[in-house]
């Protein structure tokens, strides 16, 4: 009984020592741009320096190119295939903008990909909410149809 009991004990350490872990994201703040940083760049026509890059369901904003969403595996490789003829030193700037930053199932392994390759100056916009509140609400620069 005594065994039992210090069994149960341990058993619920470690389920509350796994929930508190916090989830680790392949990207760091400082790897972050926030939305009017780059609406801004695009407005002021500074940005021709970035690669714009949707790995969600449309390329949305002004100047971007859509690779499709991530998570699905031929979207990710079409990404791959087309950062091939990119140069590294390239500054590429990832969104998606499906759904809230935390539950998106794109940026991830896009973001995970783009630094694989080697890209040292890789940029996640920082969309919170989604393209609609973050992006078009603001009537931030968009692609025309």
Not at 30 to 43: D, E, F, P, Y
Not at 66 to 76: F, Q, T
């Amino acid at each position: 009984m005594k065994h039992v009991f210090f069994l149960h004990i341990v058993l619920f350490l470690l389920k509350g020592t796994a929930a508190a872990q916090p989830t680790k994201e392949p990207w760091s703040e400082a790897q972050l741009m926030a939305t009017q940083t780059l609406a801004a760049q695009i407005s002021k026509k500074t940005d021709d320096h970035l690669l714009i890059v949707s790995v969600g369901p449309d390329a949305v904003i002004k100047g971007s190119v859509n690779m499709g969403p991530a998570h699905e595996p031929e979207h990710l490789k079409q990404l791959k295939r087309y950062l091939k003829k990119i140069p590294r030193t390239k500054e590429i700037v990832l969104y998606c903008g499906c759904c809230p930053f935390d539950r998106c199932p794109n940026i991830r392994p896009a973001f995970k990909t783009i630094t694989g390759m080697g890209f040292k100056k890789a940029w996640l916009l920082n969309i919170p909410k989604n393209i609609k509140t973050d992006w078009l609400d603001k009537q931030y620069p968009v692609n025309e149809e």
